[in-house]
């Protein structure tokens, strides 16, 4: 009896709303992230299993091969479209053909088959993303398995035709094609796999969006916490009758909040930096992968970092507004810590969906209300400074300034004015010390 | 000199919503080295107009003057003028006391050896001793009560303004800070008070306001309004003016 009073009680107190709310909220952040990323997959696989393919050899038995591979493909309800490749601009070339990957049948592969030698089959595939569900497709392995099984069915019907396989040919069969493969990402091309390439970058990928979510949320805590106790405490009432102006008092706590979040932001981009050499020093050594992400651009030089950081730190000044506001709201520690919220969600959604999607190809309708949380720009921000998609970049960096300012504008007009003492969160007023009167 | 008018309030008013007063036309006056205290029941109006005497909130309508500087156009030499201890005010609960009073010192001195000079009073007033080498967390209330009645007093403004300036106080210590008051009062420094304990401000004030609903009542020193209600002691001229006056 005395277990189930103190357990109920303990319950109540833990149970509070705002525990409830955040359950609610992690539910709606995790369903909206679920289904942005399923429209996403659910894009990707409509076309997962098509192959683009150039035939350039153009000869007999290639045709064969494709109307093989063709039949197995859309078995698997993909297609298999010819493009045309006209040169080695892979860039320009699956740009023309508006094409994000193809497998190219060069010349003298018949002849190769023929001589019963592993025939080169080129597998090119355009990067647009380092998001984990962005690059779905059938991919160079499965291209090659399909087309291995055409040489293999093109080569039987033909040879056993013609009586019966020779020992050279039968070893010829086990492996009949030699893959080489290369890797756009914007204008540059190189011959590397693209699967590695995601391997190598996932590290960089992933750590730059755990890094934003940190210090959004540390610098965010860091003002809410500094204005909402001195709320709560009462000292704020002390501070602002001293002889110093109010804008005295707001630009002190928010200069002292962005030189540690500016520190912050330093320390990590130059962690990021060794990480990343770390990464690719143990990788790369003789294989050439370091160098071959270096001319693909996916391996950020000082000046991307720079862009990066810059974008980095107005996303904290930006949390840093919105957190003055919020902790001019808190009534107690308790509401304080509920107020974090907002900026928890506004920071997981996009954090979460930089990781899986690649934002910039979603429906625009979701697009957009992800490109209104400002914070988006920043986790995208290293991939569009290594992506080259200035635009995006520019784009976000202008919004991040003009919501910063917006941000500051509100937290000013609250901070010189009386609302700083009667707001409180869910809109009642707090104690004035006057009850009203008619 | 006793005459030199330090706060004049004019008519101030808080409307927070059309009709809705928190405080209305409170017109009162304190003297160079006066203590005046304004008295209601809880949500009476004293805290708002304490407030908007300090700054902290802006009048709807009429002002108050604080050593000539009107509290709507020059706020910020009021606040030169003045310093207010809220009720149930906390320090920065990491700060160690001396720091606490060098911090306040600085915000309130034009210079460094002001600044010291401030800091040397506080620690006599406050009288924490060695104490004030520990952190503002390990007080007990009534030093934490202390402490921040030495700031506020330490840089000896024009007008103090103290709510509840004895509470969480002991008997001893509060003694101390109503003796301490007075004689500051006589050197030249005037207090507006605002306290729950009648006894406290019988003894300690020279005037007294009884405020209730937003609207000022009456005004006197404790013994006018003692004779001129025909009550034993101010706890029943404050029942008799807020229980029985018909407020609109």
């Known amino acids: 009896m005395k277990f189930r009073t103190l357990f109920l009680k303990e319950l109540r107190e833990m149970l509070s709303s705002q525990t409830i709310l955040m359950m609610i909220v992690s539910v709606v952040i995790l369903s909206f992230a679920g289904q942005a990323m399923s429209n996403a997959v659910e894009d990707n696989a409509e076309t997962m299993m098509d192959i683009n393919i150039c035939d350039l050899d153009d000869t007999e038995f290639t045709h064969n091969m494709i109307k093989c591979l063709t039949a197995n493909i859309n078995a698997l309800d993909g297609e298999v479209n010819t493009v045309d490749i006209t040169s080695d601009n892979y860039a320009e070339e699956l740009k023309k053909a508006n094409v994000k990957s193809v497998v190219i049948i060069p010349e003298g592969f018949t002849e190769s088959v023929e001589k019963s030698e592993a025939a080169t089959v080129k597998f090119v595939q355009r990067l647009n993303s380092l998001a984990t569900l962005s690059n779905m497709n059938a991919g160079s392995q499965v291209a090659v398995d399909y087309l291995s099984s055409a040489v293999k069915e093109v080569v039987y019907s033909t040879k056993v035709a013609n009586g019966k396989l020779t020992s050279s040919e039968v070893s010829f069969l086990n492996e009949p094609l030699k893959l080489e493969e290369s890797t756009v990402v914007a204008d540059k091309s190189e011959d590397i796999s693209a699967s590695i390439v995601m391997s190598l970058c996932s590290a960089q990928g992933m750590i730059v969006p755990i890094m934003m979510f940190v210090l959004v949320m540390m610098s965010s805590n860091m003002i809410l916490n500094a204005v909402s106790t001195e709320k709560i405490d009462k000292t704020l009432e002390t501070l602002l009758s001293a002889p110093i102006s109010r804008l005295s008092v707001i630009a002190a706590k928010m200069l002292s909040a962005a030189v540690v979040a500016a520190m912050q932001a330093a320390v990590y981009m130059i962690g990021a930096k060794n990480m990343m050499n770390g990464v690719l020093d143990n990788v790369s050594g003789e294989s050439g992968y370091s160098e071959a992400l270096n001319n693909l651009g996916l391996t950020m030089d000082a000046s991307q970092y720079v862009l990066v950081g810059l974008q980095m730190f107005l996303s904290i000044l930006i949390a840093l507004s919105v957190s003055l506001i919020l902790g001019v709201l808190a009534r107690d520690a308790k509401s304080a810590q509920t107020l974090t919220l907002p900026i928890m969600m506004c920071t997981m959604i996009p954090y979460m969906l930089s990781m899986f999607v690649d934002i910039k190809t979603m429906s625009p309708a979701v697009r957009y209300i992800v490109y209104a949380i400002p914070f988006t720009h920043s986790f995208m921000a290293s991939e569009n400074a290594m992506f080259g998609n200035t635009g995006v970049y520019v784009g976000g960096l202008i919004y991040q300034v003009i919501f910063l300012a917006v941000c500051m504008f509100l937290a000013l007009r609250i901070f010189m004015s009386d609302r700083i003492f009667t707001m409180s969160i869910g809109g009642r007023r707090a104690k004035t010390g006057g009850e009203a009167s008619q | ?248």
Request: charged letters at 30%; a negative charge.
């Open chain 2, 1 to 248: 000199m006793e005459n030199e008018k330090v706060l004049e309030v004019k008519g101030l008013s808080k409307q927070y919503k059309k009709g809705v007063y928190a405080s209305e036309k409170v017109t009162f006056d304190v003297h160079r080295g006066e203590i005046f205290a304004l008295i209601g029941p809880n949500g009476a109006g004293k805290t708002t107009t304490i407030r908007m005497i300090s700054t902290l909130l802006q009048a709807t309508e009429g002002d108050a003057v604080v050593s000539g500087h009107s509290i709507l156009t020059e706020p910020e030499k009021v606040r030169k003028s003045i310093t207010y201890l809220p009720d149930e005010a906390g320090a920065y609960k990491n700060m160690k006391g001396i720091d606490y009073l060098k911090f306040m010192a600085e915000l309130y001195a034009d210079n460094k050896s002001q600044a010291e000079e401030y800091v040397k009073t506080g620690r006599e007033i406050c009288e924490l001793g060695d104490r004030l080498n520990d952190k503002i967390a390990s007080y007990s209330r009534g030093m934490q009560r202390k402490l921040l009645l030495a700031r506020a007093i330490m840089s000896k403004p024009d007008l103090a303004i103290l709510d509840e300036p004895t509470s969480g106080l002991d008997i001893i210590n509060a003694l101390e800070i109503r003796r301490m008051i007075k004689q500051l009062a006589a050197e030249g420094m005037s207090f507006l008070l605002s306290s729950h304990n009648m006894l406290e401000i019988e003894y300690v004030s020279d005037r007294v306001g009884i405020i209730a609903k937003g609207h000022l009542l009456e005004t006197g020193t404790p013994a006018e309004l003692i004779e001129k209600y025909k009550a034993d002691n101010l706890e029943d001229v404050f029942e008799l003016v807020v229980m029985k006056k018909d407020i609109k």
